[in-house]
């Protein structure tokens, strides 16, 4: 056997082996990701935090989330439903984005006259509308109110070793007294991502999540 075949020979061994030796490691098979719930809240643009607020303020911290660069504010605003019921203090979320959305659960949805789609965060097209109302001002808008997608924040390193990709829709289960599944939970990858699989209270009441639980990919 010459050198060239044999290199490549031992290559291909040495590929297999680790491949073997990643998949026995992955952690899948692991309550290993960290379960957080997520209550009612809204993301504004510039210019919505602008008319509610007043030109110019900022948001003022009143907590960090999970999420690098994420945080709960001390802003809250009022949510009215198509049949005019209102939802008080709920909170903004920091930082600023490019888009303005409400995300509800059901249950407010229920409440609120609103039949919400289940989306992506950002993802808004033809979703029902919405009024918001601060101390400054009030936004009326024609689409935005929506209800979350469960899904898993990851990094790219995360991925690699829970073996999913991007956009990818997986079961989960948690752990606690009733091992609930879910279905249909999004990974969702990025570098700036903490591990962390995101319910709502509906969907975490439903299980009787607590905080604090861990969830694995099934």
């Known amino acids: 056997m ?10 291909m061994i040495t590929e297999t082996i ?11 098979n692991l309550f290993s990701i960290p379960v957080e719930i997520s209550n009612r809240h809204v993301h504004l643009t510039r210019d919505s935090l602008d008319v509610l607020y007043g030109k110019g303020y900022e948001l003022t911290k009143l907590r960090d989330l999970s999420q690098p660069g994420e945080f709960a504010s001390n802003e809250q605003v009022s949510i009215v439903g198509a049949n005019m019921r209102v939802i008080e203090k709920v909170r903004i979320l920091g930082p600023i984005l490019e888009y303005t959305q409400a995300e509800l659960s059901i249950t407010d949805g229920f409440f609120l006259g609103l039949d919400l789609p289940t989306r992506i965060s950002g993802n808004i097209k033809g979703s029902p509308p919405i009024i918001i109302i601060g101390p400054k001002g009030v ?15 990851m990094t790219p390193q995360d991925a690699e070793s829970y073996q999913v990709k ?20 999004v990974i969702r990858v990025s570098a700036k991502s903490k591990l962390a699989l995101h319910l709502d209270t ?3 009441n439903a ?11 099934l």
Do not use: C, Q
């Open 2 to 11: 010459e050198d060239s075949e044999y290199k490549k020979l031992v290559e």
């Open 18 to 28: 680790y491949k073997e030796i990643k998949l026995k490691e992955a952690p899948t």
């Open 139 to 153: 936004l009326n808008l024609s689409e935005g109110a929506i209800r979350a997608a469960r899904h898993i924040h």
């Open 166 to 185: 991007n956009g990818n829709r997986v079961k989960v289960e948690v752990s606690g007294e009733h091992g609930v599944i879910y279905k249909d939970v």
């Open 202 to 204: 509906d969907e975490a």
């Open 207 to 217: 299980g009787n999540v607590k905080i604090n639980s861990l969830a694995r990919i």
